[in-house]
């Protein structure tokens, strides 16, 4: 049975895993516009919980600046263009964005396939052929990537038609490069082959064979006068759209102040380490501890546990036994945000982004310390026993304060 410690000490979070796949079909998602793509989860967002970051990621990453991050809100322009972008670099997956939701599901008929194409959604069918399309491959996540390779038999291919530098989402085939490098980079370090790696195949295709960025289906090619005139029109509606005051604005309480853990979070992370830990297994070998972070922590720990409380994953958590507690890590869920070291009131955590290449990677996690715990005489309450005291911190500060203003005797009196 779970027991709480006196003071602000948190015990173990244990986040909901069964996160739905659909964003229409996760409660916690809200649309930031009611006409566009992009579904935000207030939870999840580093900036918006408690002793929040300045992480502004998405609004960098945006092609035309359309999202907005405030202190307490995140706003979307109307001339957003679904492209992703700002989801595929979202570090806690606070983001999602329709059209990328079925590369993170199982490949058909449960097993994997070769070989596996990616093509721009402005590819029409005809000529994607069995591609799977998205909004814009700018928008697929490191995640999301390594998933797709660890699901797929073979070497997963980027499709460039060449389209990118006229396109209003611009993602451009470099950031498409550099994604599939970052990924090539991760196979080689776990010890699979080179062909597994993710590819970029540049396919030249005239523009006036795109389709609109409105339409994504199917039709008769557009003239490229009339593509470029659209392309033009498109700029002008969202360069506008930005100046505008008129922004619709998420109908969401921000949820600070509430210090647990995000299941989105966590369910994104663990995703993640699944992937890694799915490739390590094709290659026969054991996931080395350099793809997460690490944590260690000195003996000035007093165990506040607010550490625990600000972190946003679940990757600190206090833990507790019938006559000990402590602090426990989990790497798989650690986003290296920083958030637990800025607000340790002793200093006493050290967080490295990446463990020892030398270590095998431990999926259970470890202890970073542990104290002993024992009942307060006064008020009954459990405390962490530091300093040999029979009562428990709060009870200590009430009669150092009863004698400080009526003195020994009064205090004991009133205890």
Do not use: Y
């Not at 027991?3 to 948190?10: E, P």
């Amino acid at each position: 049975m779970e027991r709480t410690l006196h003071g602000s000490i948190r015990t173990q979070a244990n986040p909901n895993m069964n996160t739905p796949t659909s964003i229409k079909s996760d409660a916690r998602f809200k649309r930031l516009a009611t006409t566009q793509p992009v579904w935000f989860c207030a939870d999840a967002c580093l900036k918006l919980r408690p002793g929040g970051m300045r992480c502004e990621a998405c609004r960098e990453a945006c092609p035309i600046q359309a999202i907005r991050v405030e202190a307490d809100r995140v706003e979307l322009a109307p001339g957003c263009t679904g492209c992703g972008q700002c989801a595929a670099v979202c570090p806690s997956g606070a983001l999602r964005v329709e059209g990328f939701d079925e590369l993170v599901q199982p490949l058909p008929g449960g097993e994997a396939v070769a070989p596996l194409r990616l093509e721009c959604r402005r590819v029409p069918r005809k000529l994607a052929g069995n591609a799977r399309q998205v909004p814009c491959l700018g928008g697929i996540s490191l995640s999301t990537l390594i998933g797709l390779v660890a699901r797929s038999s073979s070497a997963v291919t980027l499709i460039d038609r060449g389209w990118c530098a006229t396109c209003l989402s611009g993602a451009g085939n470099t950031t498409i490069k550099a994604l599939a490098d970052t990924v090539r980079k991760v196979v080689a370090d776990i010890g699979l082959p080179d062909e597994r790696s993710p590819r970029v195949h540049g396919m030249p295709t005239p523009h006036d064979l795109a389709l609109p960025m409105t339409a994504m289906t199917d039709g008769p090619p557009m003239p490229r006068r009339a593509f470029f005139g659209a392309l033009l029109k498109r700029t002008a509606e969202a360069a506008a759209a930005i100046r505008s005051p008129d922004i619709s604005r998420l109908a969401v309480e921000t949820t600070r102040g509430a210090l647990s853990a995000s299941p989105v979070i966590h369910h994104a992370r663990k995703r993640m380490a699944a992937s890694l830990k799915e490739l390590a297994g094709q290659a026969g070998k054991a996931l080395s501890a350099k793809f997460f972070p690490d944590m260690s922590v000195s003996g000035r720990c007093a165990l506040h546990g607010v550490c625990s409380a600000v972190c946003p994953s679940g990757a600190l958590a206090v833990t507790q036994s019938e006559v000990s507690a402590g602090l426990r890590f989990d790497p798989e869920l650690c986003l290296a945000c920083g958030l637990c070291t800025r607000h340790c009131p002793t200093g006493s955590l050290s967080l490295l982004p990446s463990g020892d290449v030398t270590t095998p990677h431990s999926p259970d996690g470890k202890q970073l310390n542990s104290f002993s715990l024992r009942d307060c005489i006064r008020c009954g309450k459990r405390f962490v026993n530091h300093e040999d005291d029979d009562a428990c911190p709060a009870c200590r500060s009430n009669r150092e304060m009863a004698e400080s203003l009526f003195g020994t005797s009064f205090a004991d009196a009133a205890q």
